[in-house]
């Protein structure tokens, strides 16, 4: 069984920054690609930053410049730092990671992280 636990959502002021973290745990072979996406209410979900195993990184054109996305092999973890927050920016976040087990290989989702931005 895999599980991906985020942490590091919550309420911040236009303008702030927030880290979201990740973790993969349980029946792991190799993690390739790793990400983050959004859903703001009455939307879909929708690709915010993407990590691969090699490190290549891919953002949405709404947050080149202001989000970075990294991840920690050796943690099993994926990281979103979010700089120069705006309102749209408000969605509920989700990771997800691209494993192999003794399943097979597909892509796995996490709970979601809540991302305010108020004033």
């Known amino acids: 069984q895999v599980q991906l636990v985020e942490s590091g959502g919550g309420l911040v002021q236009p303008g702030g920054s927030l880290r979201l973290s990740c973790a993969a745990s349980g029946s792991i072979f190799s993690i390739n690609a790793m990400g983050w996406y959004c859903q703001a209410p009455g939307k879909q979900r929708e690709l915010v930053a993407t990590?691969?195993?090699?490190?290549?990184?891919n953002y949405a054109d709404s947050v080149k410049g202001r989000f970075t996305i990294s991840r920690d092999n050796a943690k099993k973890t994926v990281y979103l730092q979010m700089n120069s927050l705006k309102s749209e920016d408000t969605a509920v976040y989700y990771c997800?990671?691209?494993?192999?087990?003794?399943?097979?290989?597909?892509?796995?989702w996490g709970q979601g992280t809540q991302v305010t931005v108020s004033s």
């Open positions: 997800s990671a691209n494993i192999r087990n003794w399943l097979g290989q597909r892509p796995y």
């Open positions: 990590v691969g195993s090699d490190g290549i990184t």
